[in-house]
Each structure stands twice: as structure tokens, then as C-alpha cells.
């Protein structure tokens, strides 16, 4: 059974570029969590998307926003980039949901912004 | 927004040792989760626990449950470098999100 496959691994920006990344879930599982993480705020949550549907959102500028497709892959989307956006930004992916099922999570994706 | 606050920050110590980990909220919550993360790697689910009191076993790690369900330990019997690694707690905050932990990292030295 295939698991979460995030890509790219890693990625290089400039301040003011946008950036696209995209996660395939394991499959059969139809909820997607995206979160960032870094050392000074540990994971934080961005969105969950359930059937295409983003359910939940965390706090975040709308500069952070995401979408799911009916095959459940999902992507996110950062616009105008800045450097405090540079972290490790973690896909999850589960059969309904967060609540008490537990997550299985990609590598996730290294993004520096310079 | 509810926390999850973990203690300690950091800990290190040698192959061998008995090591616990917490995690503490003022929330109740109706499960908690411990994952390990590894460098370069994203959280890899270890343990659930759902009833207050509950104790689970994985090996020589030893998960507990707070009777009021708004704390929980984790204990390393034994501790092997393998253990190193950043220890999350999580909780579900509504019905589609998870909230970690603020994490405990653990090296573990031969």
C-alpha cells in the first residue's frame, strides 16, 4: 500500500513568488491535512479537505490557500512568499478525518524562501 | 484555540535510561494521539488512547490516558538511540482538525 507522496521534496523561492505543492494521499482515504511546521511554532494547522470540500481552516493569511480533486490529491498554494513562510510543510492524509483515526503523513516539503 | 503543551522541551540521555514525556491541556478531549518524527521526515503515528485512565503498551513504551482525558504520558523504558526523535502529542480541536503538541525532543546517546 502506497503512502502519502508529497512533491517536490524541496524547493528554493524568492521573496515575492508563489509556489504550488501537492500531495497524493494513500489511496481510499478522502481527508487531506495540510500543516506547517517550524522550530519556533512546531505544526501548525493550514486546512483539511474531505470530498474536494475544505472543512476547516487554520489561521492563516489568505495567501495560504488549497484545493482537493475528485481523485483526493490535493495541492496548496502560497502566493506573494515571503521569508517567514520558509518551513516544512506536511501533507496527512486519513480515512475520514483527524478525530481519534490518526494521521498518515508524507515527508513533506522543504521550502526555503531567500 | 486549545494548547497542548509537552515537558520537557528537550531531554538527553544515555542508552539505557528510563525517560517520561508529558503532555498537558487544560481541554478535554475524546482521544489523544503520540506520533515520533523523525529528521527529514513527517510524523509517523505510534499510539490512540480514548478512555481516561487507559494505559497502552508498544514494546518498552508505555502510553497513559488522564483519568479527566486532558493529559497524557508517554514512558521509554530501557531507552535505545533508535528512540531519538521528536515526540508529538495531538488531539482533535473540532471534527476535521488535529493539534499538536508543542514536542518533546529526545536524543538518546550510546
Known amino acids: 500500500k502506497a503512502g502519502v507522496t508529497q512533491t517536490p521534496r524541496y524547493l528554493i523561492k524568492t521573496r515575492g513568488q508563489q509556489v504550488t505543492l501537492s500531495c497524493s494521499p494513500i489511496?481510499?482515504?478522502?481527508?487531506v491535512s495540510w500543516y506547517q511546521q517550524t522550530p519556533g511554532q512546531g505544526l501548525q494547522f493550514l486546512f483539511e479537505y474531505f470530498s474536494e470540500t475544505q472543512r476547516n481552516k487554520g489561521n492563516f493569511p489568505g495567501r495560504f490557500s488549497g484545493r482537493q480533486f475528485s481523485n483526493s490529491r490535493s495541492e496548496m498554494n502560497v502566493s506573494t512568499l515571503e521569508l517567514g513562510d520558509s518551513a516544512l510543510y506536511l501533507c496527512?492524509?486519513?480515512?475520514?478525518?483527524?478525530?481519534?483515526?490518526?494521521?498518515?503523513f508524507g515527508s513533506g516539503t522543504r521550502l526555503t524562501v531567500v | 484555540t486549545q494548547l497542548l503543551e509537552q515537558s520537557p522541551q528537550f531531554l538527553s540521555i544515555q542508552e539505557g535510561e528510563n525517560l517520561t514525556v508529558y503532555c498537558n491541556s487544560s481541554?478535554?478531549?475524546?482521544?489523544l494521539q503520540w506520533y515520533r518524527q523523525e529528521p527529514g521526515e513527517g510524523p509517523v503515528l505510534l499510539v490512540t488512547v480514548v478512555t481516561g485512565g487507559e494505559v497502552k503498551k508498544l514494546k518498552r513504551l508505555t502510553f497513559q490516558f488522564g483519568d479527566a482525558r486532558k493529559d497524557s504520558s508517554l514512558h521509554i523504558t530501557a531507552a535505545q538511540p533508535g528512540d531519538t526523535g521528536l515526540y508529538l502529542c495531538a488531539a482533535p480541536e473540532d471534527t476535521d482538525k488535529l493539534i499538536f503538541g508543542t514536542g518533546t525532543r529526545l536524543q538518546v546517546f550510546p
Open positions: 481541554s478535554v478531549f475524546s482521544s
Open positions: 496527512a492524509s486519513s480515512h475520514r478525518g483527524g478525530l481519534g483515526y490518526g494521521y498518515t
Open positions: 489511496s481510499g482515504h478522502r481527508s
